[in-house]
């Protein structure tokens, strides 16, 4: 019996969510900053400085937890507060140079730990997953940029 597109989208889901897991499981740093916390300054490193609030909402938290963890990295030297260019009354929240080091530096573990992971496996497994990965890498972003919207908290994405 064939499968129906709502197994299939089913079982594709689970098996991403199951790579998802895994990779982050073996590529965090247990030590170091919270997912959020990365997530955060990896936003703010590619989206310049921003308002607090669509801060929130992209990261999908709420605007007290966010002004929390914000504050943090402010007194971690990784965060700073700006004033906005176009409305001076408003307070931009923009990464620092030290904030970029430590993404830099969370980037080239993270690329360790997986190059360390890859030389594990026979050579004709590196060959098969790198293919999947070519094939698989483009599909997923077209995915995740067709869908992007700022998410809410505590929901889905806003309408």
């Not at 970029?100 to 098969?128: C, F, I, K």
């Not at 890498?137 to 919207?149: K, N, Y």
């Amino acid at each position: 019996m064939e499968e129906t597109p709502e197994e299939s989208c089913r079982e594709t889901a689970a098996a991403l969510f199951d790579v998802t897991t895994v990779m982050i499981r073996h590529l965090s740093d247990r030590q170091g900053m919270s997912l959020t916390t990365a997530s955060t300054l990896r936003r703010l490193e590619q989206a310049g400085p921003i308002r607090l609030t669509a801060l929130a909402a992209a990261e999908g938290v709420t605007q007290p937890s966010m002004t929390q963890l914000v504050q943090r990295l402010e007194r971690q030297g990784l965060a700073t507060r700006v004033g906005d260019p176009q409305d001076g009354r408003v307070c931009l929240v923009a990464i620092t140079d030290a904030g970029r080091e430590v993404l830099a530096e969370r980037h080239r573990s993270a690329h360790a730990r997986l190059a360390e992971l890859l030389g594990t496996l026979p050579a004709e497994d590196l060959q098969a997953l790198g293919e999947a990965m070519r094939t698989a890498l483009p599909v997923i972003h077209r995915m995740t940029q067709a869908t992007a919207r700022p998410r809410v908290p505590g929901g889905g994405p806003a309408h």
